[in-house]
């Protein structure tokens, strides 16, 4: 069965600073990895993704990820946040077809 | 369509009324999904279906919950005699699904409220 862990429900950083944000994995073959991040009241929007290939994916907003097996796990980063980043992210992985599970989300809050 | 559609947006039940939401994919995506998003959780797999059939309603978590996808395109979930405990979001996704384009576009849901 698949599986994700987000271990922070909550994370606060000032505009400008860089930011990381965790997710665990469980999942039997290479797994298919994704970010979504939803604001208030939105859909999901994907962010980035990964099959295979480049361990370091590049996504939309300036965000990118980095694939580690060893350590089953998918952490979303960004150099430098921006106030119009402060959504809530989640952490989805897929089996080959089919359904993604996801985790139960970041909060993403900016400060001024 | 250019996104997912999703109706109503907004919808209040009655503790026992039956309620329909519908799902409009993005026009040639095979695969469409049922997510259920309780508040402060990340949404939860329903159903999925491959044109017209439903390959997995693993996820419906009672035999009051139904989905349709008659013709391969537009979805309908359906709850009978609605519960408390239906109270969530609930988000539709379509998908190429097949190759590198197996990401889900959502819908900005529908979400439901019994009273």
């Known amino acids: 069965a698949q599986s994700v862990t987000q271990p922070d429900i909550h994370i606060t950083v000032s505009e400008g600073a860089s930011l990381e944000l965790r997710c665990n994995y469980s999942?039997?073959?290479?797994?298919?990895l994704f970010w979504y991040v939803q604001s208030p009241g939105q859909g999901l929007q994907l962010l980035l993704k990964?099959?295979?290939?480049?361990?370091l994916v590049q996504g939309i907003k300036g965000f990118e990820a980095e694939f580690k097996r060893s350590q089953s796990s998918f952490n979303l980063r960004k150099p430098s946040v921006h106030w119009s980043d402060a959504a809530e992210y989640f952490c989805?992985?897929?089996?080959?077809?089919?359904?993604?599970?996801f985790g139960d989300g970041t909060t993403l809050t900016v400060k001024p | 369509g250019a996104g997912v559609s999703q109706s109503p947006r907004y919808k209040v039940a009655k503790r026992g009324q039956d309620v329909a939401l519908r799902c409009d994919p993005i026009?040639?995506?095979?695969?469409l999904f049922w997510y259920q998003q309780a508040l402060g959780q990340g949404p939860e797999f329903l159903t999925y279906?491959?044109?017209?059939?439903?390959?997995?309603k693993s996820g419906l978590p009672s035999d009051r919950f139904f989905a349709e996808r008659p013709e391969g395109s537009v979805s309908t979930l359906k709850i009978q005699r609605t519960q408390q405990e239906d109270s969530a979001v609930y988000l539709c996704?379509?998908?190429?699904?097949?190759?590198?384009?197996?990401?889900?576009?959502f819908g900005e849901g529908s979400r439901l409220t019994v009273l």
């Open positions: 996704a379509s998908s190429q699904d097949r190759g590198r384009n197996r990401e889900l576009f």
């Open positions: 999942y039997g073959a290479t797994p298919y």
């Open positions: 990964y099959f295979s290939g480049d361990t």
């Open positions: 989805a992985v897929a089996a080959t077809a089919g359904k993604s599970t």
């Open positions: 026009s040639g995506h095979v695969s």
């Open positions: 279906f491959q044109n017209e059939a439903q390959l997995d």
